[in-house]
C-alpha cells in the first residue's frame, strides 16, 4: 500500500532499536524488505545508508525538542533536562525508581501535590508560610532539607539544584548518595 499516494503525511522518525517498541519489529522487516542488497564488500551497509540513518535521527530529535519546548506539560522535567538529548542521554541508562519518577514529574509527596488531591490542607512549606513546598523548594532552598542537601552535595561534589540534577543522575555513584 502506498501512504504517500493515498495523499497521507508520512513523518520518519527514529526510535531506540531493541527497546519494545510497538511495530517497530515490523518496520525493520518491511524496510529490510525494501532495502537494495548492495555491500561494500565488508558486510557492511552503504555508506549512504548510515548517513541516511544520522540525517533521521538528528531530524527525529529536533522535532522532539520542539514538541518538548512547546508542550505544555512536564515544566519540572524541563527544569531539570531542557534538552531531550540529554534526557534521553542520562535516563536511558537509569533504572527508574517509583521515587525518581514522581520527582522528575512533581508527583510526589511534597505538599503542593498533595495539597490537590485534598489530601493536605496547604500547599505550603514548614519552613515559611509564603514557600509552596514542590520539588524544587525541596532540593534548592528549604532549610528542613538544607543538611541532606550538603551531605549529598559533600559526598557527590555536585550541587543540588535544577542545573545539577543531570549531574547527579548521570553518575552511578552520585546517584546511589543522592
Not at 508520512?10 to 529490510?32: C, I, Q, S, Y
Not at 540513518?53 to 531530524?59: N, T
Request: aromatic letters at 8%; a positive charge; hydrophobic letters at 35%.
Amino acid at each position: 500500500m502506498d501512504i504517500v499516494a493515498e495523499g497521507r503525511e508520512v513523518r520518519p522518525f527514529w526510535v531506540r532499536a531493541h527497546a519494545g517498541t510497538a511495530g517497530n519489529k515490523r518496520a525493520d522487516e518491511l524496510a529490510e524488505e525494501r532495502r537494495p542488497q548492495k555491500e561494500n564488500g565488508s558486510g557492511l551497509r552503504s555508506f549512504s545508508a548510515v548517513v541516511r540513518q544520522k540525517v533521521i535521527k538528528a531530524a527525529s530529535l529536533e522535532e522532539w525538542q520542539q514538541r518538548y519546548t512547546e508542550g505544555g506539560t512536564g515544566e519540572i522535567t524541563k527544569c531539570f533536562f531542557p534538552r531531550v538529548e540529554e534526557a534521553y542521554r542520562i535516563l536511558s541508562r537509569v533504572t527508574m525508581t517509583p521515587l525518581l519518577a514522581q520527582t522528575l514529574t512533581r508527583h510526589c509527596g511534597f505538599a503542593q501535590y498533595l495539597n490537590r488531591f485534598k489530601l493536605k490542607d496547604s500547599p505550603y512549606c514548614a519552613c515559611a508560610p509564603d514557600k509552596v513546598q514542590d520539588v524544587l523548594h525541596v532540593l534548592e532552598e528549604c532549610p528542613i532539607f538544607g543538611r541532606e542537601c550538603a551531605e549529598t552535595e559533600a559526598g557527590t561534589g555536585v550541587v543540588v539544584a535544577r542545573h545539577g540534577f543531570p549531574g547527579l543522575l548521570s553518575d552511578e555513584k552520585s546517584r546511589v548518595i543522592f
